[in-house]
């Protein structure tokens, strides 16, 4: 819209200009938006561009879990949520939960430490198996041992599910089932024997059973596609 006063000629200051002058300016007052609308306006264009920025930016939506039963538990995890900054943005975070060590038929575990456990939603250009080699390199440097399965470490992080980042939320998103080797599979086989992820995610984080079951179905059906 062209200013009121965008062309103005020269005139005399008189009585009769300073009124003429005085109802411009009111009239271009009434179309010139306040600063309160100004700002609230570039607040929800900023605030967009800031979701678009970390949510659509990256590719992949995966649900991570954290695990620690030696050392100092909470600083292992604040190490390795700021060494995975370089790779994940995390979007959501749940609380952290105590939990007595699984036990196995072939392993020993009942003179191990309770674990401390969260899970959080991140988003990440790695497609799975390039995000685990990172997280591999994270959990040897803060401490993971490799002898053997079951042993007490200060950190462990599984990849539970991976979707495309084609949503806000993750049970929106869709699924990106991922298998490379044999010992490597997303979703994570165990998923349904963990009674406190599923506590995490499915109560506390609210993604639906019927969407982490979907995941499941749309592995299947790739693996049957692969086999062609």
């Not at 009111?26 to 561009?49: D, E, G, H």
């Not at 060494?83 to 939990?99: P, R």
Request: hydrophobic share 40%; aromatic share 12%.
């Amino acid at each position: 819209m062209v200013s009121v006063l965008a062309w103005q000629p020269k005139m005399a200051v008189t009585l009769s200009n300073v009124v003429v002058l005085k109802a411009a300016l009111n009239l271009r007052q009434q179309f010139t938006p306040s600063k309160l609308a100004i700002y609230k306006l570039k607040r929800r264009i900023s605030m967009r561009l800031f979701f678009m920025r970390n949510n659509f930016m990256h590719k992949y939506k995966y649900v991570l879990a954290f695990g620690s039963n030696v050392g100092n538990r909470i600083e292992n995890f604040n190490k390795s949520l700021k060494l995975l900054e370089e790779f994940v943005k995390v979007q959501f975070q749940s609380k952290w939960i105590e939990t007595k060590p699984l036990s196995h038929i072939h392993y020993k575990t009942d003179d191990h430490e309770n674990y401390l456990n969260f899970i959080c939603i991140a988003n990440s250009d790695l497609l799975p198996d390039k995000l685990y080699e990172q997280i591999a390199q994270i959990e040897d440097l803060i401490g993971h041992p490799r002898e053997r399965r079951w042993m007490p470490r200060n950190l462990d992080i599984d990849l539970l599910f991976c979707a495309k980042n084609d949503a806000k939320k993750f049970s929106e998103c869709t699924p990106f089932p991922f298998k490379r080797q044999p010992n490597f599979h997303v979703p994570h086989l165990d998923y349904f024997n963990r009674d406190f992820w599923r506590d995490i995610l499915e109560n506390e984080l609210q993604v639906h059973e019927s969407i982490l079951i979907n995941h499941f179905k749309m592995c299947s059906q790739q693996k049957n596609l692969d086999s062609l």
